[in-house]
């Protein structure tokens, strides 16, 4: 059922060059001369959210670099025990900027701030974001952000270690560079803000006029309840670091308890944030396996209006939970007790989600494909970590593995696991839209099952030397730990590898790949009607919109 | 819609600091009262109508717009920015009085207070402080909307910004009318 | 950006005006009555009394200079649950402050 005002939309965009290479800092306009790069500033200064997307790919990706170094220094220092690699002081600065890093420059944007800007648009039919401008903004704060994280390494008394979570007492006493680690926090958080309101508005108001809210696709809906949180949560979190701010420099005592004040008080309001801004990690990347399951099953996703409301639901509940992170700080047993109970309710709709995918894949016609692959390995990896997650939702359990390997491995097994499988399978089944170009099948497979097992081998291990008492954040070990610290050093190694074999090939595609079909998947969104790479200005007019976004009826999926 | 969705994250980010109120307040309710007679109400109560009439002029200003009268548009514009300079006037005033007692954070005086009280000051200036920011953000914000009015870029046909800049404005006020009672009602 | 807009004749200000000043004027006698509250000594009770009198003065700022009233039921429904989202916050916190 192919329209034909889509195939005008196809046959005007051939003739407009791609939004990569034109002209102009709205990235509109052609060049005489044809394929040559445009300038740098009509990159960084642009306005088209394709190429503002772009510039939060390749910082995410820089960033993710830069922790997954930190990280691998971590594992190397505790493979085996005593004083080896770094002192002390340096092993808490690196796992407290591995943290940071990882949170706020990689893990909140990746899959919002880059596949959100680059594909919301696309997939509601719009031209461009509701504030473009603003858009950018939000892009420059990011990297401003980022510019005053790294600041803070070499400046003032030196890398922060309190860990990312700047607890009080010890973040408003200890001499390094607390401070500006926290302003840049300050600044990221209203980047996200920014994103989060312009992606709203966008839903909102700048839907085709043929899309009704049940026709959104799961990836929109999916980064519009992250838009949510991201607007509701992030000001507690601007709020808190203020507070430690005003408490280094001014004295102000709100959680000094010679001042009167109460730390846990801090813990309250930093979580109020940081358990909502887990589920602005996860949502776009459950979003991506939403849409990525169906395509490669050629069958509608099963439960759409289930998997909505399931996002809508993480998000309204994500936001009552905070108080399972502080089951062992002193809070009252009531608190305990509600909160526990409640985390066992978030786990609900995440739930439903994995089955609705599971259940979309029966009777499917399944296409083993990367994207799928790294779908698969999605739900797999987080629902072990998820299944984790509820044995540190139960107060009882939490209080044996409460900050011990097993909640590290927990977290690790649900954001890297979960949200950056997911953005790995944004990459491979969006990348070839982005640039045109096709990625070498065997090679993505192989990096693949590396990544999948190495992943598995750094960090199961942490699941079996939590549960023994092995505490997290520890710079020395009991000699009993040593074998299982030692596969876990491998695994991250295995892991590396996976990475690189994955992020070399799919470079090399996208600079020397063969030719990508506008619709190489046999999608049925919106973005698969368009050019691969899209032209600057997405549609000519308003696109009709004919079916369902998971109808496949009519769209052949394309022989390799 | 882009303001109101702006609003709701200052709502939060002010609700983050109620929330230290609430559960302080609750902690030391003597020292509280104590301490909030050091606040004199004559003052707080002047920025609380300072504060309603600017928020007047604010709507009527946009009345002005909406009926095509540049000039009165203009008028009660620069009401609402001199009432606001009036109120930062005041708190500044306040805040000088208080530093001249020595009633500011970390200070010697402050150090020999009961806990409840230093943390009452501290609540106060976090607050106030926080407030007067974006105080001053309106008034600059408010002085670009004259600007654009008389330059002819805000009309009857397009006014968008400065309803928006309305919006923003009417929150400010709100915050402070809830700042008042908490900091300002002292009880015998 | 507001789609229900009354219209823009002179009706609307000769409305609009009188009207805005009634409300300025309610929310000055609100404010004299929280200074009233502050008289007289009703221990826990005034605070709350002063929070609610805030409270009313809030919501007609809200609904009448802020036109929360025009604006389509979305907004208003945010606007509530933001509202609900800090009482949920401060309630929560206090599981764990009353009862340690």
Redesign the interface.
Known sequence: MENHENTDNLLQAREQPSFLSSRGSDGSGNRPDGAAFPSLSSWLFSTDHKRIGILYLVSILSFFTIGVVLGLLLRLKLMTPGSNLMGPQTYNAVFTVHGVIMIFLVVIPSNSASFGNIFLPMQIGANDV??PR?NLLSWWLYISGAVLAVASLFSGGGAPDTGWTFYVPFSTVTKTNVSLSVLAVFILGFSS?LT???F??SV??LRAPEMSWQRVPLFTWSIYFTSWIQ??????L???V??VF?ERF?????FDPA????P??YQ??FW?YSHPAVYIMILPAMGIVSDIIPVFSRKPIFGYHFIVASGFLIAFAG??V??HH?FVS??????VA??SFLTFVVAIPSAIKVFNWIATLYKGSIHITPPFLYSLSFIFLFSLGGLCGLVIGSAGTDMHVHDTYFVVAHFHYVIFGGTMFGFFAGLHFWLPKIFGRMYSFPWAIRGWVLLTAGFNVLYFPMLVMGLQGMPRRYYDYLPHFQSLQMVSTVGSWITVLGLLVMFVNLFHGMRKGEAASENPWGGATLEWTISSPPPSENFAGPPSITRDPYDFRGIQYPDA | MGMWIFLYSELILFGGLFLLYAVYSNRYPREFSMAAKNLSQLPGALNTVVLLTSSLFMVLSTIGVRSDSRRDALLYLGGTIICALIFLVIKGFEWHAKYEHGLIPNSATMLEKPKGEMIFFSLYFILTGLHSIHVLIGIFLLSLMAWWIHRGKLSKENYVYLENSGLYWHFVDLIWIYIFPLFYVVVP | MTETRTSNDPKVSAVLFPFSVGIWLFLLALTGLTLLNSLFNLGRLNIWIALSISTCKAGLVAIFFMHLKDEPPFIQYVFLLSLALVAIFVGFTFFDVWYR
């Open positions: 509701f504030f603003l803000i989060g309101l312009n709203i508005t909102h108001r607007v509701l949560a992030t000001p507690i601007a709020v808190t203020l507070l005003l001014l004295g102000f005592g709100l001042k009167g004040g109460d846990i008080l309250h309001l109020i936001s009552l905070w108080g502080m002193g809070m009252s047993d009531a608190a509600v909160f």
